[in-house]
């Protein structure tokens, strides 16, 4: 066999070795290699093959460097034909979702947790025959003060108190002109509860805010007495905060109720090592029979009729149940906060 026979052969084993790593170079720095280790001018090793010429015949020259040509061609074919692929298989994997990353949370919606406290409120009087009532947040001074047996003159219309809307209309400072609202429009038995939004003229602090929840309750029909008004918030605050909950009726003064009593409870908390022991008294409500003047005011016989009202806030109660000190948490929407509120959690 002649020298050149020994190179062609030489040259078509190193095309075939050449090939297949190219075909099997995994990304682009590898075909790079790849090239450089068969076509590189310097130290390739098809350039090593061609450097051997030399040595040959003169004409047995052309059929080795013919043969070298075409492997060269060849080799440079399969380099550009992989390195296609690669960028295209980059670029697809580019467009399918990376398994391997961190997911994405989703967020579930959760009931305010001063809007929680309203609705077990509810479900206990619920429970007790009361049904809702609601009335709007724009009033007249009439439902507001003066049905309310509250003159003007009080300092609760003041100004300074309560926010005025112009032409006689006012943001309602409480829930009470419900009561009003209502026994206007229905003959007794009424047993309401009417929660809703009040507004006065206070500071954003740490236990007022200018906008709050207020839930009003009121029970009006013939027969309702001091004791029925004792017993129904008695086993209202037992319900809301266990059986062994005391109840104590304060005196207080309220314009539209007569006698009015403030309504304190004293909780029986349980430490984290488990021991029991009773909290301070802490005021829950505002509360009294209703006053005959308001009874008038509605077109009630007072002599026939007679009932009681209550008034309590929920952010309050909320902010007791949960331990929360600066009520404005409530209102902030930090759900770092609110999701701790959220039931049945999803991940
Ligand atoms: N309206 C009162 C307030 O906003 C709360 C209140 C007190 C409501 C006594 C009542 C009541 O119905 O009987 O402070």
Redesign the pocket.
């Given at each position: 066999m002649s020298d050149a026979r020994t190179l062609v052969d030489t040259l078509r084993s190193l095309e075939a070795e050449a090939l297949e790593a190219i075909a099997g170079a995994p990304d682009p720095d590898a075909l790079e290699r790849a090239r450089i280790t068969y076509l590189g001018r310097k130290d390739g090793r098809v350039s090593g093959i061609l450097r051997g010429m030399g040595a040959l015949a003169a004409e047995e020259r052309p059929l080795v460097g013919q043969e070298a040509n075409r492997v060269k061609q060849a080799l440079e074919a399969a380099l550009e034909a992989r390195e296609a692929e690669l960028a295209a298989g980059a670029s697809a994997a580019g467009d399918r979702p990376d398994l391997t990353l961190p997911g994405r949370g989703s967020w579930r919606g959760a009931v305010h947790p001063v809007n929680q406290v309203i609705e077990e409120i509810w479900q206990i009087f619920r429970g007790m025959g009361f049904t809702r009532a609601r009335g709007p947040e724009a009033e007249t001074e009439w439902y507001n003060f003066v049905a309310?047996n509250t003159p003007l003159d009080h300092p609760a219309a003041d100004e300074q108190d309560t926010l005025y809307l112009g032409e006689g209309l006012l943001l309602r400072?409480?829930?009470?002109p419900v009561?009003v609202r209502t026994m206007e429009r229905h003959e007794p038995p009424v047993r309401i509860l009417a929660p809703g939004m009040?507004y006065r003229r206070d500071t954003y602090d740490a236990t007022h805010t200018p906008a709050f929840l207020?839930i009003?309750?009121?029970v009006v029909d013939e027969g309702i007495t001091f004791v029925d008004f004792k017993a129904t918030l008695a086993e209202f605050a037992r319900r809301f905060w266990g059986e062994d909950t005391r109840v104590r009726f304060r005196p207080?003064f309220?314009p539209?109720?007569e006698p009015?009593a403030e309504v304190d409870v004293k909780r029986v908390v349980t430490h984290r090592d488990g021991t029991r022991a009773e909290s301070d008294w802490i005021e829950i409500?505002?509360?009294?029979m209703?006053d005959p003047n308001v009874l008038e005011n509605v077109g009630y016989d007072p002599e026939r009729f007679t009932g009681?009202?209550?008034?309590?806030g929920p952010a309050r109660i909320a902010a007791l149940k949960y331990g929360i000190s600066d009520i404005r948490i409530f209102f902030e929407n930090d759900v770092r906060f609110l999701g701790q509120f959220a039931v049945g959690r999803g991940a």
């Open positions: 309310l400072s409480h829930t009470s009561q009040v207020q009003e309750g009121l207080s309220f539209f109720t009015s409500m505002g509360a009294g209703v009681f009202a209550f008034g309590m």
